[in-house]
């Protein structure tokens, strides 16, 4: 007992001590921890230096990782916010499944594999990774942007589809029989189990939550923790995945008065076991099998840069998105995700998939998670490329003509304001509020739809193209204002603007001084750096609070603002 003691403790340490090495090492080069995680599995795995002697303990823990994290996911679900990305998350989110799974099947089938394999090969590499999207774009300051609220809305169907999956996909490793009677049992052994969940969700849950609450804040937390592990054990019970368990669990729990504590309470265990279960899955990765079939490897890898990029960046264009928030949805979208991880396990325990399909599935994951960065850094610069081509050029101006209807062409000495959602918003009511003469150029549907509404002069397109702000009269413009949170769109905006009238007054957005630096070479008469400006306006408030006239705080603030200007 001891010796298997200390063997555990060893294991463990070695799986944390590299997550913690291999995390820090992907912050440097800026990648998602997820793929450090993931990395240090496969470097201390059987198929790497083999350190860690007991795997099958580490794979225990790592699967209640998997029910945290989709405990989690249920605490964090709310209608309201699938309300709010709307049909093209919603309608194009489960036509982008489906259709990717179609494109699966059959590339599935070309290589030989049976139809139920092909069928649950084709919906794990539907889906994509929430957290290495979300992680890039709040970098980049793009989560509000078009492109970033149609990935994250399509990433959250995507993560709802999950559950469906998990149930009915399993039922295709059936042992022959009718698979419509089996899929059906499974059917109603979630119903039956959604039914006991709900019934205790609504009746027992609030009232055990709230009794534990008023006594002791770590008994709240053994509760929720014992809630969640509670329900993915009775699914098991009922030959389902306790992942849907947990989930389920979540969901109900989420929607009483106790859900923000419990999911604040429960988020660092979760991170700490789901980095096991990345761990975990580096370790079960076969590069042997990798090097070995590096064709096949490859052929998956190119259809999901190609096809899957093609299919997930269709689907904005079909719901009256541009061509650049369509082309940047694709490529963020083109991964697969962390939840087909879970999926690979669901069907490689249902004997659904084999070891090889599983082992050609991690090993594409993990090479377009890596990709996945690179080049979402670069899509700005690739979009200007493409965009020049023939075709592509066609479909830029499909979504830019037929506007004139909705603005004064004869427009002049206006403010052009280059935007993407709230600022816009901002900017127009003060200069309609002192008359001053504009027109807005976004990206956003909502936001045109609703400046227009009001009577606003607004183009829907992207304020990079030189043909965009040729027809908002920049010519004859008397100030520009790019308030865009990308840098790349900014410094493009800027270039095109300065060709058409070089001597127009520019005012930009910048997130440091490299950018203000650069901006200002290039002739922007002013920069504003958001950071900055809340660290001035918090100053501003404290500085009054300790009792300094206004007067002296306009002063000091003056100052900082010179010294924080790139001469």
């Known amino acids: 007992m001891e010796e298997l003691g200390s063997s555990f403790g060893l294991d463990l340490i070695i799986v944390l001590v590299s997550a913690v090495l291999a995390g820090l090492l992907a912050r440097r080069f800026r990648l998602p921890l997820l793929l450090g995680y993931l990395g240090a599995g496969i470097a201390i795995g059987p198929n790497g230096f083999g350190l860690v002697q007991s795997p099958g303990v580490i794979e225990s823990m ?25 049909k ?17 099947f059959l590339l599935g089938r070309g290589l030989g594999w049976d139809i139920n394999a092909s069928i649950f090969f084709g919906f794990m590499v539907s889906l994509s990774s929430t957290l290495i999207v979300l992680k890039i774009l709040m970098d980049k300051g793009e989560a509000e942007a078009p492109h970033g609220r149609v990935m994250l809305g399509i990433l959250l169907v995507q993560d709802i589809c999950l559950i469906p999956l998990m149930i009915i996909l399993p039922a295709l490793g059936g042992e022959g029989g009718d698979i419509g009677l089996t899929i059906g049992v499974a059917f109603a052994k979630a119903a039956a189990f959604i039914l006991a969940m709900f019934g205790l969700g609504f009746w027992v849950f609030p009232r055990l939550l709230g009794r534990v609450a008023s006594h002791s804040h770590e008994l709240f937390l053994l ?45 660092p265990l979760r991170d700490i076991f789901g980095a096991l279960f990345f761990v975990s ?35 904005p264009w079909l719901f009256g998105y541009t061509f650049q928030t369509s082309f940047t949805t694709g490529i963020g979208l083109m991964q697969i995700g962390e939840f087909s991880f879970v999926l690979a396990g669901v069907g490689l325990a249902s004997s659904v998939i084999s070891d090889s399909i599983y082992a050609i599935t991690i090993s594409s994951a993990v090479i ?52 993407q959602g709230g600022v816009a918003k901002t900017l127009t009511r003060v200069m309609n509020r002192r008359n001053f003469p504009f027109l807005v150029i976004d990206l956003d549907p909502q936001t045109i739809a609703e400046l227009r509404r009001q009577k606003a002069p607004a183009i829907y397109g992207d304020a ?10 920049l010519d004859k413009a008397r ?31 910048v997130s440091s001084d490299i950018q203000a630096e650069k901006l200002k070479k290039m002739g922007v008469s002013e920069v504003v750096q958001p950071e900055f400006e809340v660290g001035l306006e918090l100053s501003r408030h404290a500085m009054h609070r300790f009792g300094m006239t206004t007067i002296e705080i306009q002063y000091i603030l003056n100052s900082l603002r010179n010294m924080g200007k790139p001469e």
């Open 62 to 86: 790592a699967t209640v990782g998997v029910i945290l994290l989709l405990f989690t996911l249920g605490l964090d679900f709310s209608l309201d916010e699938l309300k709010r990305v709307g």
């Open 88 to 104: 093209v998350a919603v309608l194009g989110g489960l036509i982008q499944i489906v259709v990717t799974a179609g494109f699966g």
């Open 223 to 267: 509760s929720v923790i014992t809630l969640s592990l509670g329900a993915a054990l009775g699914a098991t019970a009922l030959g389902l995945s306790p992942a849907v368990g947990a989930f389920i669990a979540g969901l109900l729990i989420g929607q009483s008065m106790y859900a923000k504590q419990a999911l604040a309470d429960i988020i």
């Open 281 to 315: 899955l580096g370790m079960l990765a076969n590069l042997n099998f990798a090097v070995e079939n590096i064709g096949l490897v490859l052929l998956v890898v190119v259809f999901l840069l190609v096809i899957k990029s093609l299919v997930a960046g269709a689907v």
């Open 368 to 419: 377009t998670m890596i990709i996945t960065p690179f080049a979402l850094s670069f899509s700005g610069a690739a979009y200007r490329k493409v965009s020049q081509w023939p075709l592509a050029s066609k479909l830029v101006s499909l979504r830019t003509s037929g506007q004139a209807e909705f603005m004064d062409l004869d427009i002049s000495n206006h403010a052009v304001i280059c935007s």
């Open 464 to 473: 990079a193209n030189p043909e965009i702000l040729r027809f908002a009269r």
């Open 479 to 509: 100030l520009l204002i790019c308030a865009m949170p990308g840098f790349a769109d900014t410094e493009q905006v800027v270039k095109n603007a300065r060709k058409i009238n070089d001597r127009l007054d520019i005012v930009a957005r």
